[in-house]
């Protein structure tokens, strides 16, 4: 039973080297196989299974996935370890499967690069040794040629193994920094656009905002930022905690389907306009930036599956182009249904003809916060639909298919809302005590609907009283508001948020889940200032 025990931690941590090499060469390719099984998986995965996984675990489901991919193959070399110890196999037969699993190993780890990476290069037979010579060494610490060899030899070996992952992991490092494909890369600089037109375009903030203060105290409850400060100024909309009212690449929330974002060569890349149309068209990166009719819009966007009260929502700016100008210089047929975009991932979203032939300000993006997208945004280009949810607003964009057809998307074949129309909501996000003085504050947001009033309440929804707006950056971006109020002594807080749309609907009082169309409910905090 020793025996066995010794045997399986041998080969479960010649697993582990396995997993930690293969991390370690990531940076060669940009991906690595344990991504790649954790990909397929996802793809594979049934849609009640993904929903279950977005709801238990959130942003943190697919790497949670990759953790188990991880523990599966340790715990698979431990076990094949304790078989060959069980067999009843003698050390020439032992030494012989080991060199049998060691060529699966090496089939597998170089199969998993190829697909993650560009195929066939220097760098993928580089990250494929870098990956396999841990492993080994670990194996062959527990059986050499002749057989078992003695605990301090193995124990030097399992240290040159080590140190194989991190030298290895270093250079990978050093290596994957050098590396790019061809053309505009992305996150570089970008030129403005000549003109900027009236509908969409970024509002001048409003002056005399105060700045922020020296705080006497900062704490954090359910993720609003509570604070102390020594200034009487007036409040403004950006005490400490609030967000911007723009804000940056870098404060973009990021949710994919995919655990790392394709790499795309815009040397290579084009945008294909095809289907239903009169003529087919493709476009270079370099037609798509400077396309006469693109323009800059601010846009709020929110993910379908951000909880009330969620992280899951940032405004920033956009440069791009409108989908309906494309359309209509190839030419729409008459029998044309759906408008869908596929990635270079093979992801698909699609909106019917007949809300994007009335609409500009459904955008092809090139640009976001005054640079090309970053990969992580959809770069080189990405669809963006005011007032939809994020799952609408398709990355790495390759094709635009005008489709005679009703097209079933990615994850409304998972279960979610085909329109996926962002619910009216509200959340607070800061609270800051001057003196006897409180300000409240956080962001409001209603999609093309616009935000008409904000309310807040301090007794759990006895009463409610009007918060103040601040102007919103554009038509398709958020409000934030502020409320304030006098209180002397610190007393417990129950603070309550609810929004009305221009259209006279007020924010939904009911929670409910992000599956399928996307959370309600009014956001609430208790505390004590």
């Known amino acids: 039973m020793a025996r066995s025990r010794t045997t399986a931690l041998f080969w479960g941590a010649g697993a582990l080297a396995w997993v930690l090499g293969m991390v370690a060469a990531r940076p060669l390719v940009g991906g690595d196989p344990t991504l790649v099984v954790a990909q397929t998986v996802i793809e594979a995965a049934p849609g009640s299974i993904a929903t279950w996984a977005i709801e238990t675990f959130g942003k943190y489901a697919q790497w949670l996935l990759v953790v188990g991919v991880s523990l599966?193959?340790?715990?698979?070399?431990?076990?094949?370890?304790?078989?060959?110890?069980?067999?009843?196999?003698?050390?020439?037969?032992?030494?012989?499967?080991?060199?049998?699993?060691?060529?699966?190993?090496?089939?597998?780890?170089?199969?998993?690069?190829?697909?993650?990476?560009?195929?066939?290069?220097?760098r993928w037979l580089l990250a494929t040794v870098l990956a396999v010579v841990p492993p080994g060494a670990v194996w062959w610490a527990q059986v050499g040629p002749r057989g078992p060899v003695g605990r301090r030899r193995a124990m030097r070996r399992m240290s040159g193994a080590a140190g194989t992952v991190l030298a290895g992991g270093v250079l990978a490092r050093v290596l994957g920094e050098s590396r790019s494909v061809g053309g505009v890369q992305p996150d570089t600089e970008l030129d403005p656009v000549d003109e900027k037109t009236e509908t969409g375009t970024t509002t001048p903030a409003p002056t005399g905002t105060p700045g922020k203060e020296t705080l006497e105290s900062r704490s954090e409850t359910d993720g609003i930022v509570v604070t102390r400060a020594n200034s009487d100024d007036a409040f403004g909309f950006d005490f400490e905690g609030m967000p911007d009212r723009v804000g940056t690449a870098q404060d973009h929330y990021v949710v994919d389907k995919n655990i790392s974002a394709p790499t795309v060569n815009t040397q290579q890349w084009e945008l294909t306009i095809d289907g239903a149309v009169m003529d087919r068209r493709t476009l270079s990166y370099d037609e798509l930036r400077e396309h006469p009719a693109a323009r800059e819009l601010t846009l709020t966007m929110v993910c379908i599956s951000n909880t009330v009260g969620g992280d899951l929502i940032s405004t920033t700016d956009w440069t791009g182009i409108p989908i309906k100008t494309l359309l209509e210089e190839t030419g729409v047929q008459t029998d044309a249904i759906d408008i869908v975009t596929h990635a270079a991932d093979g992801y698909s979203e699609a909106l019917p003809w007949s809300v994007v032939s009335d609409r500009e300000d459904i955008f092809l993006a090139f640009g976001m916060d005054g640079k090309t997208l970053p990969r992580s945004h959809g770069f080189p280009a990405r669809l963006l639909i005011p007032g939809r949810y994020g799952m609408k607003s398709t990355k790495w964009v390759t094709d635009i298919e005008v489709s005679t057809a009703d097209h079933e998307a990615y994850w409304e074949q998972r279960g979610w809302d085909e329109r996926a129309v962002i619910n009216t909501l509200s959340y607070i996000r800061a609270i800051q005590r001057r003196g006897e003085q409180i300000a409240v504050g956080g962001v409001a947001y209603a999609g093309i609907r616009g935000i008409e009033r904000v309310e807040v309440s301090l007794d759990d929804g006895k009463t409610w009283a009007d918060a103040t707006l601040e102007a919103a950056p554009s038509p398709y971006a958020w409000h934030r508001w502020r409320y304030e109020f006098t209180q002397p002594n610190a007393e417990a807080l129950n603070v309550r948020v609810r929004a009305t749309d221009s259209e006279g609907n007020r924010q939904r009082g009911v929670r409910s889940n992000p599956h399928p169309g996307g959370s309600t409910g009014r956001h609430s905090v208790t505390l004590s200032l």
């Open 72 to 122: 599966g193959i340790v715990g698979a070399g431990g076990a094949i370890g304790i078989a060959l110890d069980r067999g009843g196999f003698n050390i020439r037969r032992r030494v012989q499967a080991a060199y049998a699993i060691a060529l699966g190993v090496f089939a597998i780890t170089a199969s998993g690069f190829y697909v993650a990476g560009d195929g066939i290069s220097s």
